[in-house]
């Protein structure tokens, strides 16, 4: 999947627009998430949902996979805000209770403050992801990084986020290379078998993954780094007046959205 993001960011259908305009709108769309409730949140995940499938051209499938995958990371974390442990139930607790189960000396509870909060979070978390993925998936990494250096982020740190993100593709890249050439020859047919090539696929892993990058070290030597990446653009970008209209009329809405649902939260 990591090859086919990166793909992605260089043949969608906005890949003209400029990366400032896609970046402005991803940062708005998070800051009002950060400060909405719920609704306008849901708004916002099915709105970067149509920038993303729609205007993009992203394939369903690889933008639904990778909600997934968050999806699943941010279950793990839900229990630790639904479940509640108490050493006695008290009067106070009786309201907030849903379902008890004593355990030793106290009790366990579902709370329905806590499962509220989760889905407040699951909720905030994905429109915000949504947010990124939007990033992700049209903007190369090239272009944040030259965005970077053109609002003076220091050097060091542009070049460090530059490198992780190659090292990020060539351990996938390893891994997978691996993966294939153990299924090939049978290695995950048993349960034993699984153990030992996963043994196998850890300790290949960081011996290649090392030497793939004393190469790629090797290379940008060899290529005269001087201490600074320097970026070709090889094409202007097409400023559009179409989607930057869509955005802030998008934006305000839901602005607008989030006043209207605290003025009835506030009147009830």
């Known amino acids: 999947m990591n090859i086919h993001i ?10 003209h627009l400029p990366p400032a305009q896609k970046l402005g709108l991803a940062l708005a769309v998070i800051a009002i998430v950060l400060v909405s409730h719920y609704p306008v949140q849901i708004v916002i995940l099915l709105w970067m949902s149509v920038w993303i499938v729609i205007y993009a051209g992203i394939p369903y499938q690889i933008y639904g996979g990778m909600l997934l995958g968050v999806s699943m990371f941010v279950l793990t974390s839900l229990p ?4 509640e442990y108490v050493d006695r139930i008290s009067v106070a607790f009786q309201l907030d209770i849903l379902w008890q189960m004593p355990i030793g000396s106290g009790h366990i509870y579902l709370s329905h403050n806590g499962l509220m909060r989760a ?48 090292c990020i593709f060539l351990l996938a890249d390893t891994a ?14 048993t349960q034993r078998l699984r153990l030992n090539s996963l043994n196998l696929l850890v300790r290949q892993l960081l011996v290649r993954t090392a030497s793939r990058y004393q190469q790629l070290s090797l290379g940008i030597a060899a290529r005269g780094f001087d201490g600074e990446f320097r970026f070709w653009q ?35």
């Open 80 to 83: 630790a805000l639904i479940f």
């Open 176 to 189: 997978q290379t691996i993966v294939t050439a153990q299924v090939s020859r049978g290695g995950y047919r």
């Open 6 to 15: 990166d793909t992605l960011a260089y043949s969608n259908r906005l890949r």
């Open 234 to 268: 090889p094409a202007a970008y097409e400023y559009s007046a179409r989607y930057a209209r869509e955005s802030i009329v998008g934006c305000s809405l839901l602005v607008i959205g989030e006043i209207l649902y605290r003025s009835s939260i506030a009147t009830m």
């Open 119 to 166: 889905i407040s979070v699951a909720i905030r978390s994905l429109a915000s992801t949504s947010a990124l993925f939007f990033v992700v998936l049209t903007v190369p990494a090239i272009d944040l990084v030259r965005i970077c250096q053109q609002i003076g982020c220091p050097t060091i740190i542009v070049e460090l986020s530059l490198l992780i993100y190659r």
